[in-house]
């Protein structure tokens, strides 16, 4: 079975979703891991799938004139940490919009071997506001990478967080 990477990129309308995942149903792909989301009045997705596919037909299945879609074959990999090997965290950062913040940012947690798993951001009038969950390997000293954060934060006139993930419930 093969693997492949699919993006879309489209203007938001009721049943996007169901008609590009109904495509992919159609045509034998399996959605392994997906990321839907809303991106300035445009529907943004992501999606890994698996199945005899042919990125050639997943293209003409998926293209319409208001879709953008890529689609490739790629390699599996190994996740950055294997469960239980790795410490969850909650990363947020509020405050006015301006450039680098992402990069300011993302650049502390890289620094110390954090991953960024997830992150999604809105900019809301002038508050701009980033939520991240973050992995970060066992040996690093939290509470220096939090002194980190905060100076970075501070540099750039916001309130950054950074908590453990809260196990989950039995």
Do not use: W
């Not at 040996?139 to 809260?166: K, N, S, Y």
Request: aromatic share 2%.
């Amino acid at each position: 079975m093969e693997l492949s990477a699919v993006t879309v990129l489209g203007v938001d309308r009721p049943g996007v979703i169901a008609a590009v995942t109904g495509s992919l149903a159609d045509c034998g792909a399996n959605i392994q891991d997906s990321t839907m989301t809303l991106l300035g009045g445009h529907v943004a997705m992501m999606l890994l799938v698996s199945g005899d596919l042919d990125c050639d037909e997943v293209l003409k299945r998926l293209r319409t004139s208001d879709l953008v879609v890529t689609a490739s074959a790629i390699e599996a990999r190994r996740h950055f940490c294997e469960e239980g090997d790795g410490l969850g965290y909650v990363l947020t950062v509020h405050g006015p919009d301006r450039t680098g913040i992402v990069s300011a940012v993302s650049a502390v947690l890289a620094a110390d071997g954090g991953n960024i798993t997830g992150m999604s951001t809105r900019l809301t009038g002038r508050l701009y506001v980033l939520i991240a969950d973050v992995e970060l390997p066992k040996e690093v000293d939290v509470a220096a990478l939090m002194r980190r954060l905060a100076a970075v934060g501070a540099g750039l006139d916001a309130e950054i967080t950074f908590r453990p993930v809260e196990p989950d419930l039995p």
